[in-house]
């Protein structure tokens, strides 16, 4: 887990060709080098909890392998698909340009991988650089598909902070004592919330905590007088997660694969989708100090309270104890709103001479997205197990997206799409009412299904207030923009108020990422250049809303450059 960091050595060579180095450096540009991997997807028997399970994997492994690459490399990921289902690999947050084809979201950007075929994801890394990962983007495969995805600086430049000793990917989980599949499909036969995990987990582990796991317990030893950087990484399904180090201050440095001014904190927020790099010091009196994971509860629905537990060990005998049920009063409380909301506030982009952040000043277009749960009449001879006897379901702007049985961008690219769904979606609520308003069971709770979609020219600025609402129960939605990032330029409590909201955005150095927590019951705007040409999907990453429809999708045009133009789809693109 030695990471690539310059030596002072490195460094001083590094100054003496940095002339040598410019020289050559368009050179070196046109050359980058291409990364290979070999994905199999196949099924592996995984207990955990007493509990053994055929469990989904890549290459046998849980969480899947690690994909370590350098800014501007170019990376080919063949995938094999050795089970009886579907598949398709999603690589979270990196910007795909012209390549959407490689995005992964099933039947948005591709039809899926089927049994005993392959399909090799080709893209090339640009214009990000920091802690992302992969994973299964078709139903809730996820669960267990999953792995890191680790982008570091052009070998010419090094981080912004200090050189760590290590680095330590963190991937933080959900493990279910059955098999996903089987909840996901109860979930959509009874239009019902679904059973919540058995446990959280760090890198595939429980810990002490549950039952039968002290064996499987991640454990990390490391030297006292050392700088590590955990690369967090939330992968679970349905979670928001509070994630803290006994008796260590973390110093957040990087989210969603770019840097932030650093800053100390106790312990993080993070939701499904987002990751954290934050740098830990190990300077306290040698010892054994617990890593933890609990949910952030942000709504009053089912959740399940326990905690991930793993350990760093810097004690003389280095054997980590599985300690009884001890203090957890370094994490916040589960339903800690505030502490939450503090961290977040404190994310700002690192807006540096060699970092700046383009934030957009002005836009182009606005779109006023709500966030909603729905519940939907039951149909006859169904049994329904939602709220009151009802379905639910999910929408944005009252659309609960149902995707076509044919990949989106296909259809888009070779112009067999209705051209109805283009620029049908709306760009503002069709019915305003008091979003965050007092409990909402005894309204109208139904919703349209369909797939509508918005289109704008290469390189628009768009704005996206996303609304959370109270329609059934407001909740802390993770949602997550695919093919791009964007600048959080505000949030809020409450509605959105045009006026006096808008004067209070951050248009100086806001956070860059690619999945935003909006506020149980407020609102966060996002700001970004569209330039990137393809289909875009845009969705909440809680998987039971997907499910349930919580997402829409954006096309960005091509622009006149043959640079701003998509690619046409890969020879071995799957078919329907
Ligand atoms: C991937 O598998 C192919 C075929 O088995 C093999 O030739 C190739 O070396 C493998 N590549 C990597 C990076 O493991
Ligand atoms: C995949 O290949 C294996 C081995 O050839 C075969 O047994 C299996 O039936 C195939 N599965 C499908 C769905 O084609
Ligand atoms: C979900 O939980 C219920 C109640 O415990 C149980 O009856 C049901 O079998 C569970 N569903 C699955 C898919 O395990
Ligand atoms: C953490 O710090 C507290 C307060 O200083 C101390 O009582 C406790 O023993 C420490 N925990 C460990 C594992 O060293
Ligand atoms: C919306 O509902 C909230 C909660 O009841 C209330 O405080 C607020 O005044 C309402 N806003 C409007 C514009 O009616
Ligand atoms: C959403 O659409 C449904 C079906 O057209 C309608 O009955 C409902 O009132 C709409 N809800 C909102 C909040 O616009
Ligand atoms: C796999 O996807 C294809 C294309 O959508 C579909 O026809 C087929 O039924 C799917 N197979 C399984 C096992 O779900």
């Known amino acids: 887990m030695e990471g690539h960091y310059m030596s002072g050595y490195r460094v001083f060579m590094v100054i003496l060709f940095l002339h040598a180095w410019f020289a050559t450096s368009v050179v070196l540009a046109r050359s980058s080098p291409t990364k290979r991997f070999n994905f199999t997807v196949e099924w592996r028997e995984v207990t955990r909890l007493c509990h053994t399970k055929r469990l989904l994997t890549v290459n046998g492994e849980y969480p899947g392998p690690t994909i370590d690459v350098h800014e501007g490399d170019r990376v080919e990921v063949v995938v094999f698909n050795n089970v009886e289902r579907n598949t398709t690999i999603h690589w979270h947050g990196i910007k795909q340009f012209r390549t959407g084809w490689a995005d992964g979201p099933a039947y948005i950007t591709q039809c899926p991988i089927r049994a005993n075929h392959s399909y090799t994801y080709r893209f090339k890394v640009t214009r990000q650089r920091g802690t992302l990962f992969w994973h299964a983007h078709l139903g809730w495969q996820r669960a267990s598909v999953h792995g890191a995805f680790i982008v570091r600086p052009r070998s010419s430049s090094s981080y912004p902070f200090p050189p760590v000793h290590a680095e330590v990917p963190i991937i933080l989980g959900e493990w279910w004592n059955v098999d996903t599949e089987a909840i996901e499909s109860d979930t959509i036969r009874y239009g019902s919330g679904p059973n919540v995990s058995d446990a959280y987990t760090i890198n595939g582990m429980p810990g002490p905590y549950y039952p039968c796991s002290n064996q499987d317990t991640f454990t990390h030893i490391v030297e006292h007088g050392k700088t590590y950087m955990l690369r967090i990484i939330n992968a679970a399904l349905n979670n928001e997660l509070f994630f803290a180090v006994e008796n260590h201050t973390l110093t957040v440095v990087e989210i969603d694969a770019a840097y932030v001014k650093p800053f100390a904190t106790s312990a993080i927020m993070i939701a499904p989708g987002q990751t954290t790099s934050v740098l830990v010091t190990t300077n306290t009196k040698p010892g054994t100090f617990m890593l933890a994971a609990r949910p952030y509860v942000s709504a009053t629905i089912p959740f399940n309270p326990t905690t991930a537990i793993g350990f760093i060990s810097y004690s003389t005998n280095r054997v980590p104890a599985s300690r009884e049920h001890g203090d957890l009063t370094f994490l916040p409380p589960m339903q800690d709103t505030a502490f939450a909301t503090q961290f977040s506030n404190n994310l700002r982009s690192?807006?540096?001479?060699?970092?700046?952040?383009?934030?957009?000043?002005?836009?182009?277009?606005?779109?006023?997205?709500?966030?909603?749960?729905?519940?939907?009449?039951?149909?006859?001879?169904?049994?329904?197990?939602?709220?009151?006897?009802?379905?639910?379901?999910?929408?944005?702007?009252?659309?609960?997206?149902?995707?076509?049985?044919?990949?989106?961008?296909?259809?888009?690219?070779?112009?067999?799409?209705?051209?109805?769904?283009?620029?049908?979606?709306?760009?503002?609520?069709?019915?305003?009412?008091?979003?965050?308003?007092?409990?909402?069971?005894?309204?109208?709770?139904?919703?349209?299904?369909?797939?509508?979609?918005?289109?704008?020219?290469?390189?628009?600025?768009?704005?996206?207030?996303?609304?959370?609402?109270?329609?059934?129960?407001?909740?802390?939605?993770?949602?997550?923009?695919?093919?791009?990032?964007?600048?959080?330029?505000?949030?809020?409590?409450?509605?959105?108020?045009?006026?006096?909201?808008?004067?209070?955005?951050?248009?100086?150095?806001?956070?860059?990422?690619?999945?935003?927590?909006?506020?149980?019951?407020?609102?966060?705007?996002?700001?970004?250049?569209?330039?990137?040409?393809?289909?875009?999907?845009?969705?909440?990453?809680?998987?039971?809303?997907?499910?349930?429809?919580?997402?829409?999708?954006?096309?960005?045009?091509?622009?006149?450059?043959?640079?701003?133009?998509?690619?046409?789809?890969?020879?071995?693109?799957?078919?329907?």
């Open 350 to 576: 690192l807006d540096s001479t060699e970092h700046p952040c383009k934030v957009p000043k002005e836009v182009d277009k606005r779109l006023f997205i709500t966030i909603s749960l729905n519940l939907q009449d039951c149909c006859s001879n169904c049994i329904c197990k939602g709220f009151t006897g009802k379905r639910f379901s999910a929408s944005m702007n009252n659309q609960s997206f149902t995707r076509p049985a044919t990949s989106i961008l296909e259809s888009y690219f070779k112009n067999t799409m209705d051209a109805k769904l283009i620029n049908s979606f709306p760009e503002r609520p069709p019915h305003p009412f008091n979003y965050t308003g007092p409990s909402t069971l005894d309204m109208k709770l139904n919703t349209e299904f369909g797939m509508r979609l918005v289109a704008v020219p290469h390189g628009t600025r768009l704005e996206f207030v996303l609304q959370d609402t109270s329609l059934v129960n407001a909740e802390n939605h993770p949602i997550h923009v695919h093919g791009h990032n964007f600048f959080v330029v505000g949030r809020g409590f409450g509605n959105f108020e045009e006026g006096r909201d808008r004067a209070g955005f951050n248009l100086v150095d806001p956070p860059e990422r690619n999945t935003v927590a909006v506020p149980s019951g407020g609102w966060a705007a996002i700001r970004f250049k569209a330039d990137n040409p393809g289909m875009w999907f845009v969705h909440c990453h809680l998987e039971t809303h997907t499910t349930w429809g919580l997402a829409m999708g954006f096309i960005v045009r091509d622009g006149p450059k043959a640079s701003q133009q998509l690619l046409p789809p890969p020879e071995d693109f799957p078919p329907c």
